[in-house]
């Protein structure tokens, strides 16, 4: 089985994440990048323009061909994925996907089909155990 571990971040705790995954497992980690600049506190609002489609966005990620299963480390914003997130999974069916998702609180909505929910809150000292956790079901 093909195995393909994609991030998507803004502030680097999915980098984190994923990277701590791929080792684990072994696998190399690949972001997914857009072409909007998400820095700084405007993109609390800037967000809202492309997550209701307003504005597009143009993604790049390492080629998806040929793999069964992805692991997909994503910020929740405003509860749900990140448009950039949105955009990766248009063309990929959810029951191939383990959705580990990062936050300050809240779970991510709309993801109920993902074929694995990881959910990581940001600073949680728990982050490591909830991973190797996770990459037990690999064995
Ligand atoms: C635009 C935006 C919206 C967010 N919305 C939520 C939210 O609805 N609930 C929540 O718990 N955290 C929310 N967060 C916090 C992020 O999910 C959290 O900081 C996450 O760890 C960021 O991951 P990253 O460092 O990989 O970007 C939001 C952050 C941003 C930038």
Not at 65 to 86: A, E, H, N, Q, Y
Not at 116 to 128: A, C, F, L, N, P
Request: positive net charge; hydrophobic residues 35%.
């Amino acid at each position: 089985m093909k195995i393909g571990i994609y991030y998507f971040t803004r502030t680097g705790n999915c980098k984190r994440i994923a990277e701590k995954i791929g080792e684990k497992l072994n696998l190399e980690v690949y972001p997914i990048k857009d072409d909007v600049d998400w820095t700084g506190f405007k993109a609390y609002f800037k967000f809202q323009s492309y997550a209701k489609g307003k504005k597009k966005m143009k993604i790049t990620y390492h080629d998806t061909d040929k793999l069964d299963r992805f692991i997909l480390v994503s910020p929740v914003w405003g509860s749900r994925m990140p448009p950039t997130v949105k955009l990766f999974l248009e063309n990929i069916p959810m029951e191939k996907v383990d959705m580990v998702v990062s936050s300050k609180m809240d779970k991510m909505r709309g993801i109920e089909d993902a074929n694995r929910i990881v959910h990581i809150k940001q600073y949680s000292s728990g982050e490591d155990e909830k991973i190797e956790e996770y990459i037990k079901t690999f064995v």
